[in-house]
């Protein structure tokens, strides 16, 4: 399933990069999500969680992805779903811990630490080029979406990235991914949902 889009939604008529706002949904049932909203450039920046509790911790599996950026939509068609693994750290940073399917059948790990920054829920990461990360919403039992920009050589773009406690995609975690990507100015069609591999399974049990 590498590479398929996340739904058939047409491109947006608006200008490239810009959304129109909506106004984040009520809470429903137990997913939990701040109203906070503001502008990014001419985007709308999501809703943001306060800073993630240690419900929050643990394992994740990364199964699906909408970006604009253009190394990323060279190469979702052969991208196999991460493994992630979170830690709330005392000073209020996030350690993830990542898991990658490699072509010749090993598992490659990669260390991250998010930084937490002045507004409570966000964070960054100024190695990997993130200037904005925030968990956007999650049950915490079973998905969560996380948000990111990133920076890199005056080229400004945007991630929704799904996260899963088990390696399948969870229905609502993907509504509500669908429901964010035109919010933030992405297209459905610019994501992909990430196959199931079992080359990093249990890689951080």
């Known amino acids: 399933m590498g590479g398929v889009g996340w739904g058939g939604q047409q491109p947006s008529a608006q200008p490239p990069g810009c959304a129109q706002h909506h106004s984040p949904g009520p809470r429903t049932g137990t997913s939990s999500s701040w109203p906070l909203s503001g502008r990014c450039g001419c985007r709308v920046c999501p809703p943001a ?20 950026d253009q190394g990323f939509l060279d190469s979702r068609d052969s991208m196999k779903m991460p493994v992630v693994l979170v830690t709330s750290l005392a000073n209020g940073d996030l350690a993830l811990k990542f898991g990658y399917s490699t072509p010749d059948g090993s598992c490659q790990k990669m260390d991250m630490t998010l930084s937490k920054g002045a507004v409570d829920g966000q964070f960054s990461n100024a190695a990997m080029a993130q200037t904005d990360v925030r968990v956007v919403v999650t049950d915490y039992k079973h998905f969560a979406v996380l948000y990111f920009e990133t920076q890199k050589g005056g080229v400004r773009n945007v991630w929704l990235q799904l996260y899963a406690r088990a390696p399948e995609l969870f229905p609502e975690g993907a509504q509500k991914m669908q429901h964010l990507a035109p919010q933030v100015g992405l297209n459905p069609s610019q994501g992909a949902l990430l196959p199931k591999s079992d080359q990093c399974a249990g890689a951080f049990s």
Not at 49 to 68: C, E, I, N, R
């Open 49 to 68: 969680l306060p800073a993630p509790s240690l419900q929050f911790q643990g394992t994740w599996y990364m199964v699906g992805v909408v970006s604009d």
